[in-house]
């Protein structure tokens, strides 16, 4: 085996110190990425070290590299050692440990490369593990959270990254001598210590203690930021601060966050008269309430006390002072993004934090599979203790990872009872989703297909994916709406609502009501979700749409990136803004752009069954107030990505060219026959379109990928809307649906699922003879 001491003598270095061998000039190089990388961070060399360096850089020989050495070992918190098998050894450094409450510091980490390694090298302390489990794997039922003061959560204090950004390398070079940069967070104040292990790649660390090295800091104690944060009328509110520092680390660590922190985000959402901990230094902050604000950006620069930041909100909209409320119907505190430990997923109060923070009046906080035993328990069928109106929160269920989930998920909102009979936990629900919806509308219940553009996808019937499972990515055969082509149905969206929406079932009061009330919109890509509503709309149903973010599970970003705005006369409640979804009498929106006060001649949107009746055929005077705003400069990233790309709505993608304007479009029976062009400047504008109506229609008004109405059936001569190729599609869709459903319904449900679904056929044959 080869010994430190016979490298040495290979390289004719023998008596010498370890790198004094080193050639200057690729080594002094790297000196110089140092003083500019260190300098960018933020800790600097002092000037009198800053002065040596560049002497000795000028200077370009081995005694520059000695003078630089003796500068640099100062700074070095660690020496590393790559051995010739490549094996990896740690020792402390000369630097003093010193780190900052909420904080960031730099230090250096010597390496000795005597293998010539030139892979990363990496750095791990078990100090720095994650403060939870994140993902959504299904918990034991009933089982003890942990508990966020166990030792194994508390002493996690410590985050770290070595910094590869430009001007650094993100690879060691392979010269003999170099050093790296090292940064460490400290969560805490005092004295904390931590123990730290560096690797090359997998099976590099040396043998037992010789890999890792324990470290005590003083950490010192942050300074105080009080929060002055007030709404549009000066009241006090809570909103989002995004604090990141020229280096552009984001503040408070993320991976040291627990609700109502999310670690998933980059943001925080913070009241009136609180206040967070950052140390001295300078700060880019951005201040926002939800997408109807306008952002504010400003440097903060924070240096040897405490100190306050005083912020307003700033509205370039406010549908709420028109009556419309919005309001994100499918939102999650367990599952996916969320940790189940420390918790199994968070609480009413975090999740009513964030949605205030994001100014969305209604969340609906769906409790599904994963954590479902623990999360069950906050369920009242009423809203939620933790509600302060106007923002309503109240706990409903998602059917997702259990009972009828396989052909398709479903939001049950206003339920009376959380509990499908005959059990008291998820393995006995139904596998037929018809069955589902007749026990949720039973108690009165808002019931409608979760992201549901899934499954449904435009594939070409030669495409090979059509008979795999869905997967996003696959590129689609047309974006044209309406389209013909009959989708895989191979996905967890809309797809059984094929089904159910020919389906009336008895309703609280013994009534028959329709089985589906909505279609989720703005989660899923529009073309894929809007298709098959408007085409069932052109069948005669009336299925009205509401905005969803599935969060944090389609989008983590934040609550309320798809939302509804639901007019209302009567008081904010949970309930009404439902009963507003079931009526139609609300508009869906990634809220960058609104259609409001939709009307054909004088009735107004979600009034009188939505219902116009002409008598012949005549003009109809179409009115809205329309207002949308982009940024000035475009976003080619979005505007022209693929519909199955993120984010699958946003005002982007309507931009016209280069231009700040986007289309309003008035459909019927889902074909845009009109549009008007609008600036995206914030301005509302109030637009008017003449309307010719031949025979029965829905109308409908939209800003591609970005706000859509409900529809207003317009009858002529009392009779029903019906478009022979829409009807001639749904049938066909019943068949496809079949072939990918049949087999996840359970033999006992066999028989329902063969009668539900040739009633389908039927109602569909029917309708095509009328």
Same mark, same amino acid.
């Given at each position: 085996?080869?010994?430190?001491?016979?490298?040495l003598?290979?390289?004719?270095?023998?008596?010498?110190?370890?790198g004094?061998?080193?050639?200057?000039?690729p080594?002094?190089?790297?000196?110089?990425?140092?003083?500019?990388?260190?300098?960018?961070?933020?800790?600097?060399?002092?000037?009198?070290?800053?002065a040596?360096?560049?002497?000795?850089?000028?200077?370009?020989?081995?005694?520059?590299?000695?003078?630089?050495?003796?500068?640099?070992?100062a700074?070095?918190?660690?020496?590393?050692t790559?051995?010739?098998?490549q094996?990896?050894?740690?020792?402390r450094?000369?630097?003093?440990?010193?780190?900052?409450?909420?904080?960031?510091?730099?230090?250096?980490?010597?390496?000795?490369n005597?293998?010539?390694?030139?892979a990363?090298?990496?750095?791990?302390?078990?100090?720095?593990?994650?403060?939870?489990v994140k993902?959504?794997?299904?918990?034991a039922?009933?089982?003890k959270?942990?508990?966020?003061?166990?030792?194994?959560?508390?002493?996690?204090?410590?985050?770290l990254?070595?910094f590869?950004?430009p001007?650094?390398?993100?690879?060691?070079?392979?010269?003999g001598?170099?050093?790296?940069?090292?940064?460490?967070?400290?969560?805490?104040?005092?004295? %904390?210590?931590?123990?730290? +292990?560096?690797?090359?790649?997998? /099976?590099?660390? !040396?043998?037992? $203690? =010789?890999?890792?090295?324990?470290?005590?800091?003083?950490?010192q104690?942050?300074?105080?930021?009080?929060?002055?944060?007030?709404?549009?009328?000066?009241?006090?509110?809570?909103?989002?601060?995004?604090?990141?520092?020229?280096?552009?680390?984001?503040?408070?660590?993320?991976?040291?966050r627990?609700?109502?922190?999310?670690?998933?985000?980059?943001?925080?959402? %913070?009241?009136?008269?609180? +206040?967070?901990?950052?140390?001295? /230094?300078?700060? !880019?902050?951005? $201040? =926002?309430?939800?997408?109807?604000?306008?952002p504010?950006?400003?440097?903060?620069?924070?240096s040897?006390?405490?100190t306050?930041?005083?912020?307003q909100?700033?509205?370039?909209?406010?549908?709420s002072?028109?009556?419309?409320?919005?309001?994100?119907?499918?939102?999650?505190?367990?599952?996916?993004?969320?940790?189940?430990?420390?918790?199994?997923?968070?609480?009413?109060?975090?999740?009513?934090?964030?949605?205030?923070?994001?100014?969305?009046?209604?969340?609906?906080?769906l409790t599904?599979?994963?954590?479902?035993?623990?999360q069950?328990?906050?369920?009242?069928?009423?809203?939620?203790?933790?509600?302060?109106?106007p923002?309503?929160?109240?706990y409903?269920?998602?059917?997702?990872?259990?009972?009828?989930?396989?052909s398709?998920?479903?939001?049950?909102?206003?339920?009376?009872?959380?509990?499908?009979?005959?059990?008291?936990?998820?393995?006995h629900w139904?596998?037929?989703c018809l069955n589902?919806?007749?026990?949720?509308?039973?108690q009165?219940?808002?019931?409608?297909p979760?992201?549901?553009?899934?499954g449904?996808?435009?594939?070409?019937?030669?495409?090979?994916?059509?008979?795999?499972?869905?997967?996003?990515?696959?590129?689609?055969?047309?974006?044209?709406?309406?389209?013909?082509?009959?989708?895989?149905?191979?996905?967890?969206?809309?797809?059984?609502?094929?089904?159910?929406?020919?389906?009336?079932?008895?309703?609280?009061?013994?009534?028959?009501?329709?089985?589906v009330?909505?279609?989720?919109?703005v989660?899923?890509?529009?073309?894929w979700?809007?298709?098959?509503w408007?085409h069932?709309l052109?069948?005669?149903?009336?299925?009205?749409?509401?905005g969803e973010?599935?969060f944090?599970?389609?989008?983590?970003?934040?609550?309320?990136?798809?939302?509804?705005?639901?007019?209302?006369?009567?008081?904010?409640?949970?309930?009404?803004?439902?009963?507003?979804?079931?009526?139609?009498?609300?508009?869906?929106s990634?809220?960058k752009?609104h259609?409001?006060?939709?009307?054909?001649?004088?009735?107004?949107?979600?009034?009188?069954?939505?219902?116009l009746?002409?008598?012949k055929?005549?003009?109809?005077?179409?009115t809205?107030?329309a207002?949308a705003l982009?940024d000035?400069q475009?976003?080619?990233?979005?505007?022209n990505?693929?519909?199955g790309?993120k984010p699958?709505?946003?005002?982007?993608?309507?931009?016209?060219?280069?231009?700040?304007?986007?289309?309003?479009?008035?459909?019927?029976?889902?074909?845009?026959v009109?549009?008007?062009?609008?600036?995206?400047?914030?301005?509302?504008?109030?637009?008017?379109?003449?309307?010719p109506i031949e025979?029965?229609?829905w109308?409908?008004?939209?800003?591609?990928?970005?706000?859509?109405?409900?529809p207003?059936?317009?009858?002529?001569?009392?009779?029903?809307?019906?478009?022979?190729?829409?009807l001639?599609?749904?049938?066909?869709?019943?068949?496809?649906c079949?072939?990918?459903?049949?087999?996840?319904?359970?033999?006992?449900?066999?028989?329902?699922?063969v009668?539900?679904y040739?009633?389908?056929?039927?109602?569909?044959?029917?309708?095509?003879?009328?």
């Amino acid at each position: 085996m080869k010994t430190r001491s016979f490298l040495l003598a290979v390289l004719g270095m023998t008596n010498l110190t370890w790198g004094a061998g080193v050639e200057p000039q690729p080594f002094l190089a790297a000196v110089q990425r140092i003083i500019e990388a260190t300098s960018f961070l933020g800790t600097p060399f002092s000037d009198d070290e800053i002065a040596t360096l560049k002497a000795a850089i000028t200077q370009n020989d081995a005694a520059a590299v000695e003078k630089v050495k003796s500068v640099l070992d100062a700074h070095a918190l660690f020496h590393v050692t790559i051995t010739p098998e490549q094996r990896v050894k740690v020792e402390r450094g000369a630097a003093k440990a010193v780190l900052d409450e909420a904080g960031w510091r730099q230090y250096l980490v010597r390496v000795e490369n005597e293998a010539g390694v030139t892979a990363r090298l990496a750095v791990s302390s078990p100090q720095a593990k994650e403060m939870y489990v994140k993902g959504s794997p299904p918990v034991a039922p009933h089982a003890k959270p942990r508990d966020p003061g166990e030792p194994a959560i508390s002493t996690r204090w410590l985050d770290l990254q070595m910094f590869e950004a430009p001007p650094m390398q993100p690879t060691l070079s392979g010269l003999g001598l170099e050093y790296r940069i090292v940064q460490l967070y400290s969560r805490d104040a005092g004295k %904390r210590d931590a123990t730290f +292990s560096f690797d090359t790649g997998q /099976g590099t660390q !040396d043998l037992g $203690f =010789r890999n890792e090295t324990s470290v005590l800091f003083d950490c010192q104690a942050a300074r105080e930021v009080k929060l002055a944060i007030t709404d549009e009328n000066g009241q006090p509110c809570i909103a989002e601060l995004l604090i990141k520092d020229k280096a552009g680390r984001v503040y408070p660590s993320q991976i040291k966050r627990h609700a109502p922190d999310f670690f998933f985000h980059p943001q925080i959402y %913070r009241g009136d008269g609180e +206040s967070l901990k950052l140390p001295d /230094g300078e700060y !880019d902050v951005v $201040f =926002r309430r939800g997408p109807e604000s306008v952002p504010e950006t400003r440097k903060v620069a924070i240096s040897g006390q405490n100190t306050s930041w005083s912020f307003q909100v700033k509205r370039w909209i406010d549908p709420s002072k028109l009556g419309w409320w919005s309001g994100d119907h499918h939102i999650h505190a367990a599952g996916c993004a969320h940790y189940s430990v420390p918790t199994q997923g968070v609480h009413a109060p975090d999740m009513a934090r964030h949605c205030m923070g994001e100014d969305l009046k209604i969340g609906a906080n769906l409790t599904w599979g994963p954590c479902f035993d623990y999360q069950k328990q906050f369920f009242t069928g009423t809203e939620d203790k933790e509600s302060r109106f106007p923002f309503l929160l109240r706990y409903d269920v998602e059917v997702s990872g259990f009972g009828s989930h396989k052909s398709g998920h479903l939001c049950l909102l206003k339920l009376k009872e959380q509990m499908y009979p005959g059990g008291d936990s998820t393995d006995h629900w139904p596998t037929l989703c018809l069955n589902t919806l007749k026990w949720a509308k039973k108690q009165g219940a808002l019931t409608g297909p979760a992201h549901s553009g899934w499954g449904l996808q435009p594939l070409a019937e030669n495409d090979p994916a059509r008979g795999q499972q869905y997967k996003l990515g696959l590129p689609s055969a047309t974006d044209e709406l309406p389209n013909f082509i009959v989708p895989p149905f191979n996905g967890i969206g809309a797809c059984e609502y094929i089904v159910d929406v020919t389906h009336m079932v008895e309703g609280p009061d013994g009534k028959p009501v329709p089985a589906v009330d909505f279609m989720s919109m703005v989660d899923t890509p529009h073309t894929w979700e809007l298709n098959i509503w408007y085409h069932t709309l052109n069948a005669g149903f009336r299925t009205r749409i509401s905005g969803e973010t599935d969060f944090p599970c389609i989008y983590g970003e934040r609550v309320g990136l798809g939302r509804a705005y639901v007019k209302l006369d009567e008081r904010l409640s949970y309930d009404a803004w439902c009963e507003g979804i079931r009526a139609g009498r609300a508009y869906v929106s990634d809220g960058k752009s609104h259609l409001i006060d939709f009307k054909a001649n004088d009735l107004e949107l979600g009034t009188k069954n939505s219902e116009l009746r002409l008598a012949k055929p005549a003009s109809v005077k179409v009115t809205v107030k329309a207002a949308a705003l982009l940024d000035e400069q475009p976003r080619p990233d979005i505007q022209n990505a693929p519909a199955g790309q993120k984010p699958f709505w946003d005002l982007e993608r309507a931009r016209i060219g280069t231009s700040r304007n986007v289309p309003v479009e008035l459909l019927v029976n889902g074909f845009a026959v009109q549009k008007q062009i609008i600036a995206a400047d914030g301005t509302m504008r109030d637009l008017t379109f003449d309307l010719p109506i031949e025979k029965s229609a829905w109308i409908a008004l939209r800003i591609r990928a970005s706000s859509h109405t409900n529809p207003i059936f317009v009858i002529v001569d009392d009779k029903p809307i019906r478009e022979k190729r829409s009807l001639e599609w749904c049938l066909k869709s019943v068949d496809q649906c079949w072939s990918q459903k049949e087999s996840l319904i359970a033999p006992k449900e066999h028989a329902e699922a063969v009668a539900a679904y040739e009633h389908a056929r039927k109602v569909y044959r029917e309708r095509l003879e009328e």
